[in-house]
């Protein structure tokens, strides 16, 4: 959004808020992983809920978005790549990756406890 010039003012108030632009990356990273590996599980059918490759996919396909946006800054005239950013979006949807992952091991393996 920031990069085609909506919401600008917005966007500059919360990186201040928060401590910079390194810190927000960080934090849509984590939060935008974790919303597309839960919408993912919660679409899924029970017996699909125990495989590991729809949620494996779907965090490889999360990371390549992360670097086509920033790719995409290198070529717009008021932005420019910056590999700290990726890796910074690439880190919180690692982190949010993980802690889902380990969060729906304890899930099923309660449910197949109470089954």
């Keep these: 959004m920031k990069s085609v010039g909506i919401g600008v003012e917005y966007i500059r108030w919360l990186e201040l808020a928060v401590g910079g632009d390194k810190v927000v990356h960080f934090f849509f990273g984590f939060i935008i992983m974790l919303t597309v590996q839960w919408g993912g599980f919660v679409c899924q059918s029970t017996r699909q809920r125990y495989a590991n490759w729809p949620s494996i996919l779907t965090a490889?396909?999360?990371?390549?978005?992360?670097?086509?946006?920033?790719?995409?800054?290198?070529?717009?005239?008021?932005?420019?790549?910056?590999?700290?950013?990726f890796a910074l979006s690439a880190a919180g949807g690692i982190l949010a990756w993980l802690?889902?992952?380990?969060?729906?091991?304890?899930y099923l393996e309660e449910r197949i406890e109470h089954d």
């Design 60 to 85: 490889l396909v999360v990371l390549l978005l992360y670097l086509l946006d920033e790719s995409l800054q290198a070529v717009l005239p008021l932005r420019q790549f910056d590999l700290d950013d």
């Design 99 to 106: 802690l889902f992952y380990v969060g729906r091991k304890i």
